[in-house]
């Protein structure tokens, strides 16, 4: 019979770490002030566009609290996990991103009901895209004929993100 040491080391570690994380006790794992329950998630449920005298708004619904948002200047819009392209016309392109959040449930079904690949006729936007849901970051591309100019901002009960994008007056 061959004995291995080094194996047998390795065995012994794994069986005793094992062993002691089975020993804690739950409330000793779980922060102090923390109920033991994983934080909730929000949840991406839809998003809409309209068209505004001197501005296009994209707003996007949100479940639960809403999560930090980043937006940023990309130079095209790709799909996360293939990276391969966002089939939108424009421009110009912004890359909007909540984390964490998810556009589906803890079974795996989808709660996003809104557009997943959408051309727009605004004066600005002219597209929107659902562009990952992927280890708690959901993302969203938004096209535009020129460069745009844009304020965020959130609005709550019920939590949305909104985008405006400037344009020249057309009502008046």
Known sequence: MHHH???????????????????????????????????????????????????????????????????????????DGSGKKVPLAGKHFLEIKFSPAAAHNQAGKPVYKGPRLLKIYLPQLKGIALTGDFEGVVTFGAAFRNKPVYNTFKLHSPERFVLDVKHANRCG
């Not at 006790?25 to 329950?37: D, E, F, I, V, Y």
């Not at 566009?49 to 809403?66: A, E, K, Q």
Request: glycine residues 8%; aromatic residues 4%; hydrophobic residues 45%.
């Open 5 to 79: 040491p080094r194996r047998t080391a390795v065995a012994a570690a794994v069986l005793l770490t094992a062993a002691a994380g089975a020993a804690i006790p739950a409330s000793a794992a779980t922060p102090s002030g923390t109920s033991g329950q994983a934080p909730s998630t929000a949840l991406i449920v839809n998003a809409r566009w309209g068209g505004h005298c001197s501005f296009d708004r994209l707003v996007i619904d949100v479940r639960g609290t809403m999560p930090p948002v980043t937006v940023q200047r990309v130079k095209e819009l790709r799909y």
